[in-house]
């Protein structure tokens, strides 16, 4: 297996995670929402000459970064807590996450739109 | 004097006034000590947050309560209360809110990640609650739950293994770190060694002569260690918990026989 575009990834992360997100599987869910939304704005970021170094809170440092410069029209940096959050509570302890007032659908929304934005900004 | 010396300790902190004072003292110390300057100012603000909302107890934990921080460490807490607002501080903050009976029940459930921060944290507030649960697991020795442990850890190989095949270098490395450390965590379980923070666990367990798993998990902590190695570590790690699943079925500890259990 050879390494990949992180654009090319974000995709094929949120291909994975939406038939989970419809069974209401949260730890395949979160997981590979999580993975998606990260690689989306790690591709932004790149293009924008910020760089993401492999803590996760620096990517939501990014994600924020983007969205003050007016990159990204939302603050994905809450959304990647959310994420960071219950994949921990899914993958560690075995339990449901708890989203707040989200549910997961409304949190794959916003990582569709993410990644959706990465590819525009990928585009020639 | 560390928690987990103090469970055994004839004489144990929790057990007069006087010596619980000092180790109330002593935590204040260590917490000076080892939080890094750059994190003080988000550990004051979560302490403030915690009290203003009358907290029972606040307990540093994790990598930073043994003063072994790596690169990736977050900054652990166990809260006894209701929650507070977290999600306008750094994400490098990592909170468990717990409700008093719920720290009860998870202690005595099994839950290692309660056990662990009640042995080795830093008390940072406590209204006599973290004192209880103290006196309570040296009463009762609850041993975290290997099967539970093993099943988490065994899902989360199965996904790392997944994830390697994406191609996704940095996903995958979380993912295999994720796992590893699940991995080794059931399997020290299993050989009745409580495991200790994650910088840690491959010195332990190497002590148990699994040198292959040791490496593998501190290359994921400390490297970036390519896909292929990732796939290798997966492997590692699937060996590790075949292990645990021996000594498991051996000498599996009962709910009730964790008054014989030695503490590591």
Redo the contacts between chains.
């Keep these: 297996v050879s390494p990949k575009a992180k654009v090319k990834l974000a995709r094929e992360h949120l291909e994975r995670a939406l038939p989970a997100v419809s069974a209401d599987d949260y730890t395949e869910a979160v997981t590979w929402l999580f993975a998606a939304l990260e690689a989306a704005i790690v591709a932004v970021a790149e293009r924008h000459g910020i760089d993401t170094p492999n803590q996760h809170w620096k990517k939501a440092e990014a994600a924020e970064k983007l969205h003050h410069s007016g990159v990204l029209p939302h603050d994905l940096s809450e959304t990647l807590g959310v994420l960071t959050e219950a994949r921990k509570v899914a993958v560690y302890e075995g339990d449901e996450p708890e989203l707040g007032s989200r549910s997961l659908e409304s949190i794959a929304g916003e990582v569709e739109a993410a990644v959706e934005l990465a590819e525009r900004e990928g585009a020639p | 004097m560390s928690a987990s010396e103090a469970l055994l300790d004839s004489s144990p902190d929790w057990a007069t006034d006087d010596a619980w004072r000092r180790r109330l003292d002593s935590d204040a110390d260590r917490l000076e000590r080892l939080l890094p300057p750059a994190l003080t100012a988000l550990h004051a603000e979560l302490g403030h947050r915690a009290r203003s909302a009358g907290a029972a107890a606040l307990i540093l934990s994790g990598s930073t309560a043994r003063g072994r921080r790596t ?2 460490s ?1 900054l652990d807490y166990h809260l006894v209360g209701a929650r507070v607002r977290t ?1 306008d501080l ?3 903050l ?1 909170v468990h809110f717990l409700s008093q009976p719920q720290l009860e029940s998870d202690l005595l459930a099994g ?1 290692d ?1 309660v056990q662990w921060s009640l042995r080795f944290g830093c008390i940072v507030l406590d209204d006599g609650t973290v004192r209880r649960a103290l006196r309570l697991m040296a009463e009762r020795q609850p041993w975290p739950n290997v099967e ?1 442990k093993r ?2 850890a065994a ?2 190989l199965e ?1 790392a293994h997944r ?9 995958a ?3 295999v770190r ?1 796992a590893l450390s ?1 991995a080794a965590r059931a399997r020290l379980l299993s050989a009745r060694v409580f495991p200790l923070s994650r910088a840690e666990l491959p010195a332990q367990l190497r002590e148990l002569g699994l040198a292959s798993g040791a490496h593998a998990l501190a290359r994921s902590i400390y490297d ?1 260690p390519s ?2 190695e990732l ?1 290798d570590a997966v492997r590692r790690g699937e060996r590790l918990l075949e292990g645990a699943r021996k000594v498991a079925a051996v000498d599996r500890p009962r709910e009730d026989d964790g008054a014989s259990a030695p503490l590591h």
């Design positions: 690169a990736i977050d999600n750094s994400l490098e990592d839950d990640f539970r099943s988490h899902k989360s996904l994830f390697v095949a994406t191609g996704d270098e940095d996903g490395l979380v993912q994720t699940l970036s896909l292929s796939a």
